[in-house]
């Protein structure tokens, strides 16, 4: 099994930076790919970036790819999420989630097989 758990969401205002982060444990195959993404409210859940574990590849949304950034500490087993130069836009609640195959749909909410619980983004 996978544990996935959030943290660092919070309100900030426009322009502003936030770093969410992502434990991770159980089973090193199932979060090979970790991803983030987000739901804002009465939209679908989107993908924003994702993180090959072994490999450190990174794919991002074009929306984001210019502001946000993926990285990973191997040694803490937490992946994150840079957020830089947020916008009103950006409110959702964000999401870390696992599956084993990195690359193809990596975007794609439903290739995910273990999700953390969400951490809220507000940007003013």
């Known amino acids: 099994d996978v544990q996935l758990v959030e943290s660092g969401g919070g309100s900030v205002q426009a322009g502003g930076s936030l770093r969410l982060s992502c434990a991770t444990s159980?089973?090193?195959?199932?979060?090979?790919?970790m991803g983030w993404l987000r739901q804002a409210p009465g939209k679908e859940r989107e993908g924003l970036a994702a993180?090959?574990?072994?490999?450190?590849?990174?794919l991002y949304a074009d929306s984001v790819q210019d502001r946000f950034a993926i990285f990973q500490d191997r040694v803490k087993n937490t992946v994150f999420l840079q957020l830089n130069a947020l916008k009103s836009e950006d409110t959702a609640m964000y999401y870390c989630?696992?599956?084993?195959?990195?690359?193809?749909?990596?975007?794609?909410?439903?290739?995910?097989?273990?999700w953390g619980q969400g951490t809220q983004v507000t940007v003013s």
């Open positions: 989630a696992a599956k084993s195959q990195y690359g193809a749909r990596w975007d794609d909410p439903r290739q995910y097989n273990y």
């Open positions: 993180i090959g574990t072994v490999t450190d590849s990174t």
């Open positions: 159980g089973y090193t195959y199932s979060r090979n790919c």
